[in-house]
């Protein structure tokens, strides 16, 4: 185990469901990613917050919508999503976030199939 | 932006055997350098780092070294094992926050 758990593992929804996934660290890092893992490509930085602050956002569509309540849970809201999102949706911590080499510690992801 | 290629995308090896996974990376200005194992149905998981002024570490049976000039980094198992069956990413860290770019990832399998 990590210290980082998301929920839930798995996640199957229609093009127009409302869903939000979970991730909650408790290592009492500052900062929380969350990453979009399709097959055959590299990781994709999605989001960034430090400080219950959000600090990146890479051109993410707006039907992804990020909520970072306290420093502890970060969670990922989403609404009508397309087939094409499809894929493992991992969060990561890390203490400081502001570190160029703060290492992060990830969840094991949700795999979301969209219908 | 950071671009980073991993090679080779598969590997196998046999049971005792050496084995090498390569990235390299676009901008010069990438200063650390983290390695993460994915076992299936699990997130990534760190397991050996390296900053930009070292040129090698070793922990055990991994070592990765770290070529700037060429922009190119390495991962090496020695002594492998069935339990090293994973996918191994590389990454490379520029920015602030902690944002990583990563490879596409190499899938070893080791073979009793």
């Known amino acids: 185990e990590t210290g980082v758990t998301q929920t839930p593992r798995h996640l199957v929804m229609g093009m127009t469901n409302k869903k939000s996934l979970k991730c909650e660290q408790h290592?009492?890092?500052?900062?929380m990613y969350w990453y979009k893992q399709s097959a055959k490509k590299p990781l994709e930085l999605m989001f960034v917050?430090?400080?219950?602050?959000?600090?990146e956002n890479n051109s993410v569509p707006s039907r992804f919508s990020p909520e970072c309540p306290n420093s502890s849970h970060l969670f990922l809201h989403l609404h009508t999503l397309q087939p094409e999102d499809s894929a493992l949706y991992l969060c990561a911590s890390s203490q400081d976030g502001g570190v160029i080499t703060d290492t992060q510690y990830f969840g094991p992801g949700t795999r979301l199939t969209v219908l | 932006g950071e671009n980073v290629e991993q090679h080779p995308s598969t590997l196998s090896v046999q049971e005792g055997d050496s084995a090498v996974i390569k990235c390299t990376y676009s901008?010069?200005?990438?200063?650390?350098f983290p390695w993460y194992k994915q076992e299936l149905g699990k997130g990534p998981q760190l397991i050996i780092d390296i900053r930009s002024n070292v040129g090698e570490k070793k922990d055990q049976r991994i070592a990765v070294t770290l070529n700037k000039t060429a922009k190119h980094f390495s991962l090496h198992i020695t002594e492998t094992q069935p339990e090293d069956s994973a996918v191994y990413f590389c990454a490379a860290s520029i920015r602030g926050y902690s944002t990583l770019t990563f490879g596409k990832g190499t899938m070893l399998l080791v073979s009793p």
């Open positions: 290592l009492g890092h500052n900062a």
């Open positions: 917050y430090s400080l219950e602050e959000r600090v």
């Open positions: 901008d010069s200005a990438s200063n650390y």
